[in-house]
Nanobody, 123 residues
Framework: QVQLVESGGGLVQAGGSLRLSCAASGRTFSNNAMGWFRQAPGKEREFVAAISARGGTIRYADSVKGRFTISRDNPKNTMYLQMNSLKPEDTAVYYC????????????????WGQGTQVTVSS
């Protein structure tokens, strides 16, 4: 079964850090762009960051630039999101996703999604 599983979420104080992981299974994702999204209560899902298949192209939402870092370890079939200087407005369910192409899609269209992991930042 092909799936993405997020982990690493939790409760952290403002200014703290968390590292999310997205473990892929069922097949290799080394030829696929991947991304992170988040959805806060009552809000639409929004793009956070994306990384190309080999890691050479990275994109961030303006709201997380300079604080979050996306990376991937293709031999481990795993993607990461290092989140520093967390703010209460970062509170959301974070989802990882995979695209069929090698480059992050311009319109953030992804084909496979994980189940999400909760991140809560207290003030």
């Amino acid at each position: 079964q092909v799936q993405l599983v997020e982990s690493g979420g939790g409760l952290v104080q403002a200014g703290g850090s968390l590292r999310l992981s997205c473990a892929a299974s069922g097949r290799t994702f080394s030829n696929n762009a991947m991304g992170w999204f988040r959805q806060a209560p009552g809000k639409e899902r929004e793009f956070v960051a994306a990384i190309s298949a080999r890691g050479g192209t990275i994109r961030y939402a303006d709201s997380v630039k300079g604080r979050f870092t996306i990376s991937r370890d293709n031999p481990k079939n795993t993607m990461y999101l290092q989140m520093n200087s967390l703010k209460p407005e970062d509170t959301a369910v974070y989802y990882c996703a995979a695209n069929s192409g090698r480059l992050p899609p311009a319109k953030h269209e992804y084909d496979l999604w994980g189940q999400g992991t909760q991140v809560t930042v207290s003030s």
